[in-house]
Nanobody
Framework: QVQLVESGGGLVQAGGSLILSCAVSGRTSSTYLMGWFRQVPGKVREFVAASTWSGTNIAYADSVKGRFTISRDNAKSTVYLQMNSLKPEDTAVYYC????????????????WGQGTQVTVSS
């Protein structure tokens, strides 16, 4: 089992920045793929960003490319999502997820999920 705990969400004005953290514990493996997804009420959960632990393969949704950055601290077993130039449409619950191997962008291929952290961007 893998446990994921997100933190760092909150309220920010448009144009501002936030950094989300995802602490990973349990039967972790350097081969796990880590991803960030987001969801608003009434809509499907959507892909935001994902990375292998090595960082050799990284993907971003077009809507966040150039504004968000996914990174990892292997020593701390923590994955980060740096979010800059935030927009009101970025408002959502953000989830950290892990999978053993599959398509980075596919929500249904992730095996483990955190509880989510709310990000609200005011206009």
């Amino acid at each position: 089992q893998v446990q994921l705990v997100e933190s760092g969400g909150g309220l920010v004005q448009a144009g501002g920045s936030l950094i989300l953290s995802c602490a990973v514990s349990g039967r972790t493996s350097s081969t796990y793929l880590m991803g960030w997804f987001r969801q608003v009420p009434g809509k499907v959960r959507e892909f935001v960003a994902a990375s292998t632990w090595s960082g050799t393969n990284i993907a971003y949704a077009d809507s966040v490319k150039g504004r968000f950055t996914i990174s990892r601290d292997n020593a701390k077993s923590t994955v980060y999502l740096q979010m800059n130039s935030l927009k009101p449409e970025d408002t959502a619950v953000y989830y950290c997820a892990a999978q053993r191997g599959g398509r980075l962008t596919a929500v249904d291929q992730y095996d483990y999920w955190g509880q989510g952290t709310q990000v609200t961007v005011s206009s």
